[in-house]
């Protein structure tokens, strides 16, 4: 099929069916263009299509992590918990692609594996790994920050006998691990979710922990029918108060975000910690401002969640363990459901790795020095190649066939982190540097997903062919982003998150979202406005 205005086969191809592929895709079919989905999957729903681990569950209010785009969908949906479970999310997806008829556009099972911009026609060439080879005068890549898992390459990793499992790729038929010896590697959200799960079926757990983190409780509850009425009275308000939200959510609790945390005196410190806690989720996070910007402030967050272990955990070497020494926040928060109550039970050990990594995985198990432990299953929960691992790899080639992955090489380099100089007419929806992970990610998708739209309205309507930023606005975007985070204590030397890529060896550590969707969107807006300023448009 040759679309009729461009001779090239669609005018836009979308990689990923995730949150980001289908509302780009739904956008596409509003405004009429041509438009192919590939995605390896074969179903929707990016990352909750392929994170099905045991426990794994949203940790934004499901009222909030949901497309605001359509009145009706947002009516008629029903979420049955307060922060729901993957299966409800995938179903959620699943609706939304029949809802809006956009399987048609959609290739399954198909990984896209190059795409090479065509500077004759200023279009791009993408082909997969299914053998196709197509045309698009825009190429947009909405493949997720954490969707390429990290795979780390422990000595032995592929000689061991037992199951092993990624909790990123986790298999769809499920898991059994009734009577199952069960090693697990990590202790970040994945495996803070799958760790009380696993330990209920398993004869045995033993957790890998080479950083403790900090984990809230979600006091997730069934979905409270009079609060739910009262959003979907006023849904839309609702979402205008949480998009001038820093990350986008939490109108609801900006109430309690008081003044700085060293200004009180300290019961009065433990007091509102305390409510904080209680309330569940990322309030504790957000309710004082300075948490993220002061050391000493931190450290009284930090503090009292430390205490909230040792009074979970019974064991006090474990609970001590157990106990974080980073700075909160530095990572991001993770929100459970009973996981330090989860090291009390007899079946489940917990090894600090943190001074002595792994040094083998056997056959039939791991060892660290003279203590090899024997498994009947292994579970990575070792987190993504976060950002840019899906981005860069795809082969993509942009002018002068220069590769995404030498012009990135120092770190990624974007202008509003949707476009990167060198790639016109390419757009990455939640891409570094801008602030996807910080926010509720699907303010976020909506935001660049209509930015985008709108650009290629605005192309069209004016007679442009191609889109492309200038250095000096990616340049000038790069050092914001930058101080930005240095503004922060994300970027603390001891901090290795992925945030920085220092949770993969060899990536470049640099700081890679950017905070403050409010600010972020207004910029957006106003380059927008003034013309697409930044952007040289043929
Ligand atoms: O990955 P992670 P994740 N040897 O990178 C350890 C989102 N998410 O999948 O901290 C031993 O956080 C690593 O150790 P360290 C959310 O944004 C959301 O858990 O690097 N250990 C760490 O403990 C989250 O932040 C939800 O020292 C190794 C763990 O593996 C993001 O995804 C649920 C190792 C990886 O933790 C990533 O979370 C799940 C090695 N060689 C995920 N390599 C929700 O709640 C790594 N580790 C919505």
């Given at each position: 099929?040759?679309?009729?205005?461009?001779?090239?086969?669609?005018?836009?191809?979308?990689?990923?069916?995730?949150?980001?592929?289908?509302?780009?895709?739904?956008?596409?079919?509003?405004?009429?263009?041509?438009?192919?989905?590939?995605?390896?999957?074969?179903?929707?729903?990016?990352?909750?299509?392929?994170?099905?681990y045991?426990?794994?569950?949203?940790?934004?209010?499901?009222?909030?992590?949901?497309?605001?785009?359509?009145?009706?969908?947002?009516?008629?949906?029903?979420?049955?918990?307060?922060y729901?479970?993957?299966?409800?999310?995938?179903?959620?997806?699943?609706?939304?692609?029949?809802?809006?008829?956009?399987?048609?556009?959609?290739?399954?099972?198909?990984?896209?594996?190059?795409?090479?911009?065509?500077?004759?026609?200023?279009?791009?060439?993408v082909?997969?790994?299914?053998?196709?080879?197509?045309?698009?005068?825009f190429?947009?890549?909405?493949?997720?920050?954490?969707?390429?898992?990290?795979?780390?390459?422990?000595?032995?990793?592929?000689?061991?006998?037992?199951?092993?499992?990624?909790?990123?790729?986790?298999?769809?038929?499920?898991?059994d691990?009734?009577?199952?010896?069960?090693?697990?590697?990590?202790?970040?959200?994945s495996?803070?979710?799958?760790?009380?799960?696993?330990?209920?079926?398993?004869?045995?757990?033993?957790v890998?922990?080479?950083?403790?983190?900090?984990?809230?409780?979600?006091?997730?509850?069934?979905?409270?029918?009079?609060?739910?009425?009262?959003?979907?009275?006023?849904?839309?308000?609702?979402?205008?108060?949480?998009?001038?939200?820093?990350?986008?959510?939490g109108?609801?609790?900006?109430?309690?975000?008081?003044?700085?945390?060293?200004?009180?005196?300290?019961e009065?410190?433990?007091?509102?910690?305390?409510?904080?806690?209680?309330?569940?989720?990322?309030?504790?996070?957000?309710?004082?401002?300075?948490?993220?910007?002061?050391?000493?402030?931190?450290?009284?967050?930090?503090?009292?969640?430390?205490?909230?272990i040792?009074?979970?955990?019974?064991d006090?070497?474990?609970?001590?363990?157990?106990?974080?020494?980073?700075?909160?926040?530095?990572?991001?928060?993770?929100?459970?459901?009973?996981?330090?109550?989860?090291?009390?039970?007899?079946?489940?050990?917990l090894?600090?790795?943190?001074?002595?990594?792994?040094?083998?995985?056997?056959?039939?198990?791991?060892?660290?020095?003279?203590?090899?432990?024997?498994?009947?299953?292994?579970?990575?929960?070792?987190?993504?190649?976060?950002?840019?691992?899906?981005?860069?790899?795809?082969?993509?080639?942009?002018?002068?066939?220069?590769?995404?992955?030498?012009?990135?090489?120092?770190?990624?380099?974007?202008?509003?982190?949707?476009?990167?100089?060198?790639?016109?007419?390419?757009?990455?929806?939640?891409?570094?540097?801008?602030?996807?992970?910080?926010?509720?990610?699907?303010?976020?998708?909506?935001?660049?997903?209509?930015?985008?739209?709108?650009?290629?309205?605005?192309?069209?309507?004016?007679?442009?062919?191609?889109?492309?930023?200038?250095?000096?606005?990616?340049?000038?975007?790069?050092?914001?982003?930058?101080?930005?985070?240095?503004?922060?204590?994300?970027?603390?030397?001891?901090?290795?998150?992925?945030?920085?890529?220092?949770?993969?060896?060899?990536?470049?550590?640099?700081?890679?979202?950017?905070?403050?969707?409010?600010a972020?969107?207004k910029?957006?807006?106003?380059?927008?406005?003034?013309?697409?300023?930044?952007?040289?448009?043929?």
């Amino acid at each position: 099929m040759t679309d009729k205005n461009t001779s090239t086969d669609f005018e836009v191809v979308i990689v990923g069916a995730g949150f980001a592929g289908l509302y780009m895709l739904h956008k596409m079919h509003e405004a009429g263009r041509t438009a192919r989905v590939y995605e390896a999957g074969s179903g929707v729903g990016g990352t909750w299509y392929w994170n099905r681990y045991p426990g794994a569950r949203v940790d934004i209010q499901s009222v909030e992590y949901s497309y605001s785009f359509s009145e009706e969908l947002q009516q008629e949906w029903e979420w049955p918990e307060k922060y729901s479970a993957q299966p409800d999310i995938l179903k959620y997806a699943n609706h939304v692609a029949d809802r809006f008829d956009l399987r048609k556009d959609i290739q399954f099972g198909t990984r896209v594996e190059s795409a090479i911009f065509d500077e004759e026609t200023s279009s791009w060439d993408v082909t997969t790994d299914q053998g196709d080879s197509v045309k698009a005068q825009f190429f947009v890549m909405a493949t997720g920050c954490l969707s390429a898992a990290n795979k780390p390459d422990i000595p032995g990793r592929d000689n061991f006998s037992g199951d092993t499992y990624y909790t990123a790729t986790w298999p769809k038929e499920g898991v059994d691990f009734t009577g199952k010896r069960v090693g697990l590697i990590g202790t970040g959200s994945s495996a803070v979710q799958s760790t009380p799960v696993v330990a209920e079926e398993a004869e045995s757990l033993t957790v890998y922990q080479r950083t403790a983190s900090y984990s809230l409780p979600s006091n997730n509850t069934p979905t409270d029918p009079e609060f739910v009425a009262e959003i979907k009275a006023n849904y839309s308000d609702f979402r205008a108060a949480n998009r001038k939200m820093m990350a986008g959510t939490g109108a609801q609790y900006a109430a309690m975000l008081n003044d700085p945390i060293l200004t009180y005196s300290s019961e009065e410190q433990d007091r509102l910690l305390e409510a904080a806690w209680d309330k569940g989720g990322f309030t504790f996070a957000s309710v004082f401002p300075d948490v993220v910007t002061d050391y000493d402030a931190n450290e009284v967050a930090a503090n009292f969640a430390r205490k909230k272990i040792a009074e979970i955990v019974e064991d006090e070497a474990t609970a001590k363990l157990l106990m974080p020494d980073i700075v909160i926040g530095c990572k991001r928060m993770i929100i459970d459901s009973g996981y330090y109550e989860t090291f009390n039970k007899p079946n489940v050990d917990l090894v600090d790795i943190k001074n002595h990594p792994i040094d083998e995985i056997t056959e039939s198990g791991i060892r660290i020095g003279d203590d090899h432990r024997e498994f009947d299953a292994i579970i990575f929960a070792t987190g993504f190649d976060a950002m840019t691992g899906a981005i860069l790899n795809v082969d993509i080639r942009g002018r002068g066939g220069e590769s995404i992955r030498d012009a990135w090489h120092a770190g990624p380099r974007t202008y509003l982190g949707l476009t990167t100089v060198g790639f016109p007419n390419m757009f990455v929806v939640t891409g570094p540097g801008s602030p996807s992970v910080l926010t509720n990610m699907i303010v976020s998708i909506e935001q660049h997903v209509e930015w985008i739209d709108e650009c290629i309205n605005y192309m069209d309507d004016n007679e442009f062919s191609t889109i492309d930023a200038s250095l000096p606005a990616q340049d000038a975007w790069v050092d914001h982003v930058n101080k930005e985070a240095e503004n922060t204590l994300r970027t603390d030397p001891n901090c290795n998150s992925w945030y920085l890529g220092a949770n993969v060896e060899g990536k470049t550590r640099v700081f890679m979202p950017l905070a403050g969707f409010p600010a972020y969107k207004k910029k957006c807006d106003e380059v927008v406005a003034a013309g697409y300023e930044g952007f040289s448009l043929v």
